[in-house]
């Protein structure tokens, strides 16, 4: 099927029917004086905004790039994105020739586990820019968090994060992780990973494609141009 990519807004077609909000599972959309906003760490992407609007105000691109280093970042409201900023010179020295992480699948569907673990077949080969996968975390550098960490991980998700040696990183994929997706408000869920730790980059999507992952790991580092748009 067609990639679903980064929701492009047009607030100046919005007629303020309000049918988008009504539609969307997760609240992500907000509607305003003039216009609205589109919070990409609540949506799912399932595109029922952009086909109840019969004005385009809300249409989904092929564009990949949506990672963010805070939830400001996630908002579109239909300006350019800021571009990722890399880790400070510190950070950089210590993580950017090699960087290992720990995968925590903290209650989500395994459909962000499915898209991080093809970034390490061979048609992302993510190896090849010195990122990998540690079997524990005394021996990584940092934590990807996916789902919305559910009651029964949060302790485990604690120590994980404890036995990161110092420096280490904190990245959240898809839209469990940075809000609770569409568990947000389950009394069994914490509601994303920065309710119990700080988060470096937030990447999302239901789940991210794996261009968006390896793209916002890459801004992260300052392995590649980052370009605003």
């Not at 004005?55 to 571009?83: Q, S």
């Amino acid at each position: 099927g067609r990639y679903t990519g980064r929701p492009a807004l047009s607030p100046e077609k919005c007629d303020r029917c309000s049918d988008c909000v009504s539609v969307c599972p997760t609240g992500a959309i907000v509607l305003l004086k003039k216009g609205i906003t589109l919070d990409t760490a609540k949506c799912i992407f399932c595109t029922e905004c952009a086909e109840i609007c019969s004005k385009d105000a809300i249409v989904f691109t092929r564009e990949f790039r949506m990672g963010a280093n805070g939830k400001a970042g996630l908002i579109e409201n239909g300006t350019e994105r800021t571009a990722i900023n890399a880790l400070n010179k510190k950070m950089l020295k210590a993580f950017g020739r090699s960087l290992k992480f720990r995968v925590v699948s903290a209650g989500g569907c395994n459909a962000c586990e499915s898209d991080i673990n093809v970034l390490g077949t061979i048609g992302f080969d993510l190896d090849r820019f010195g990122i990998s996968y540690a079997a524990s975390p005394r021996h990584a550098d940092g934590l990807i968090i996916t789902g919305p960490i559910t009651r029964n991980m949060k302790e485990a998700v604690l120590k994980t994060y404890e036995a990161v040696p110092e420096p280490k990183i904190v990245i959240a994929v898809g839209a469990c992780a940075l809000s609770g997706g569409i568990y947000a408000g389950h009394t069994e869920t914490c509601g994303g990973a920065d309710t119990l730790l700080p988060v470096d980059l937030y990447i999302p999507g239901c789940p991210p494609h794996p261009m968006t992952i390896l793209n916002g790991l890459l801004e992260l580092l300052d392995r590649i141009p980052r370009k605003n748009g």
